[in-house]
C-alpha cells in the first residue's frame, strides 16, 4: 500500500469532521438567532431577570451533613434508573421478540398480546396503573418487602452505588420496572424486524452446516442480526433516558423531580429547567457517541 493511500485511509476522514457546509451555517445561524430572540423576549417581553450565579450555587450546594448535591443526586439517580431499566428492557425485550417468532403458539399469542397493550396505551397511563395498581402488590408477592421497604442495617460502598439509598430502594425498583417494561415492547418488535431481515439463504447455509438451533442463532443469525437492531436500538434506549423523565410524577427523585422541586422553591424557573434540559442532553449525546462505536463494530462483518 502506497504512503498516499495509507494516508487517505487513516486520515481521509478527518475533513469531514471539521468542514462545515452551507447548510451547517445556516443551521447554526437559525438556532442562534432563535437563542437570541428567546433571550430577548425573556428579558423585554416579560422582564425575567437572569439569575445564573444563584442557579449554579443552588444546584451545586452540599447537603446538611455535607452529602452530594441535591441536583447531583438526581443526575445520578437519572443515571442509574436508565441504566437498568436499559439492562432490564434489553433481556425482556429479546425474549419477547424471540417468543414473538416462536412457531409456539404457547409463547407467540402471550408476547404479542403484551407488546400491542403496551404500545397502544399511552406511558404516563401505564405507569399510573402500574405504579398504584400492581407495584403496592407487587413487592409483598416477590417477598421483598423486608428488602425494599424495611432494609435495616449499613449498606455498602458497592450497594450505594449501585442502587442508592436504602430508603429509596423501592422507588428505584418501581421505576425500572415502569420504563423497563415499556420499553421492552419497542424492543422486542426491533429485535423480531432485525431478526426476520436475514435472508432466507442464511438460515439454510446455518442449516447446511449441521449447527445445533442454539449455535445457529448465535454465530451466524444473530451476528447479521445485530448490525440492523443497533441503530433503532439506540433510539428507543435514548427515549428510554428521556422518559424517565415521566417516572418523576410517582415521586421518584430523578432529575426532573429533584429540577421541579428546585425551580418552585428557588423562582429560577427558566435557569433551573434549562440545567436539567442540558442534563439530559449531555446523557442522550454520550449515548448516541457510545452506539455509533457499538454500530461501527457491528458493521465490520459487511466490510471483510
Partial sequence: MSQGKANKLSGGSLPNLTRLNTLDLLLIVIVGSFIGWLWYRSSAGIHYQWNWDKAFNLILSSGKNGDLPYFIQGFIATIRLSLWGMLFAGILGLILGLARRSPLMILRLPSQAYIQLVRNIPPLVFVFIFYFFISSQLVPALGLESVLRHQSGEINSLQQFLFGPARLWENLFSGVLCVGLIAAAYIAEIVRSGIDAIAKGQWEAADSLGLSRWHRFRDVIFPQALSGIVPPLAGQFISLVKDSSIISLISIQELTFVGSEIANSSGLI????????????????????LFSKLEAHTLKHKQR
Fill in 270 to 289: 427558566f435557569e433551573i429547567w434549562l440545567l436539567v434540559g442540558a442534563g439530559y442532553l449531555f446523557l442522550c449525546l454520550g449515548m448516541s457517541l
